[in-house]
């Protein structure tokens, strides 16, 4: 049965234990199945992009992903979970954006991450998956498989003034990157 989980929060020790891998024979039992419907409906419940699987206090390699990250295989429908997933730079060129995060509730930050990733894994039903990303997608998955190994988003922010409270960048810092038009994006109003 699915539900809605609770969202352990930085400072719990479960944010930065490695995750363990997840035996692929594990996929067809309705228990595993009803976890990642758990984590995709909790997801959807806090608004967040993505959601991994130590976020809900379970120390496995699972990622969620909502649709409008877009990650998807060419010609199909977008990933929405990932199993064992692996994230390798395929490029040294960073981009920067504000990110946010679920367990790290009211804060934004800004974070530079290769601009383009090689994604592999498996998907929900153990089809191999294998891509290429860019953008606000790479961002995505990124911030997701740092989580599996114990990183949270503030451990990759360059300057510590680059660390601040949601209401006052949406008052101060996004109007200016609105009026830039600068290559910083910023994720607006969700949390990874
Ligand atoms: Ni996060």
């Not at 806090?46 to 295989?73: C, K, N, Y």
């Not at 995505?140 to 409270?165: A, M, N, T």
Request: hydrophobic letters at 40%; glycine letters at 6%; a negative charge.
């Amino acid at each position: 049965m699915k539900q809605i989980l609770s969202v352990a929060r930085m400072g719990h020790p479960v944010l930065r234990t490695p995750a363990e891998p997840v035996d692929p024979a594990r996929l067809d039992s309705a228990e595993f199945q009803d976890f990642i419907d758990s984590m995709l409906v909790t997801m959807h419940e806090t608004d967040g992009v993505g959601l991994a699987a130590p976020q809900v206090f379970t120390s496995w390699r699972v990622i969620t992903l909502h649709e409008g990250a877009q990650v998807a295989r060419e010609g199909e429908e977008a990933l929405t979970a990932l199993i064992n997933p692996r994230v390798t730079p395929l490029t040294e060129e960073t981009a920067s954006m504000w990110e946010g995060c679920l367990s790290i509730p009211g804060l934004r930050g800004k974070v530079s991450r290769p601009r383009r990733v090689r994604l592999e894994g498996l998907d929900r039903k153990g089809k191999p998956v294998d891509i290429e990303l860019s953008g606000f997608a790479a961002v995505v998955v990124q911030h997701e498989c740092d989580h599996l190994d114990g990183i949270l988003y503030v451990d990759r922010i360059d300057d510590p003034r680059d660390l601040v409270f949601e209401k006052e960048f949406e008052r101060f810092i996004l109007p200016e990157l609105e009026d830039e038009d600068d290559e910083e994006e910023a994720i607006e109003g969700e949390e990874l």
